[in-house]
């Protein structure tokens, strides 16, 4: 998964095709919780590009797109949000997949 390099990079990537944002930071235990089976899931769904986030990084970023949980996930389909799964909870892979599929 590529990591986020700037904001600019941000908006070319959200109007561009079908992306999902993940944000994440490198403290968070529930972040690192999901990475064992991210790949598996970014393969099954190719369609879509994933981009992951660093919140501490990017918390301007955060705080405009209303993220205030971590792992969440934001996509974007040629600059329109098509759906959000955004909660400070621990994300299953099935939770993860049927977010995925719903959009």
């Given amino acids: 998964m590529e990591n986020l390099q700037s904001i600019d990079q941000f908006e ?3 109007n561009t095709g ?4 993940k944000f994440t930071a490198d403290w968070c235990p529930d972040c690192h919780f999901i990475d064992p089976f991210m790949g598996e899931v970014e393969e099954q769904f190719s ?5 992951s986030v660093d919140r501490d990084e990017f ?3 955060c705080v405009e797109l209303n993220i205030l949980g971590i792992p969440s996930f934001v996509a974007f389909e040629n600059g329109n949000e098509i759906g959000r ?14 977010f995925l599929q719903s959009i």
């Fill in 12 to 14: 070319q990537l959200k």
């Fill in 18 to 21: 079908k992306v999902v944002f």
């Fill in 47 to 51: 369609e879509f590009q994933f981009i």
């Fill in 59 to 61: 918390i301007d970023l």
């Fill in 85 to 98: 799964f955004v909660s400070k909870d621990r994300k299953t892979r099935e939770e993860i997949e049927l």
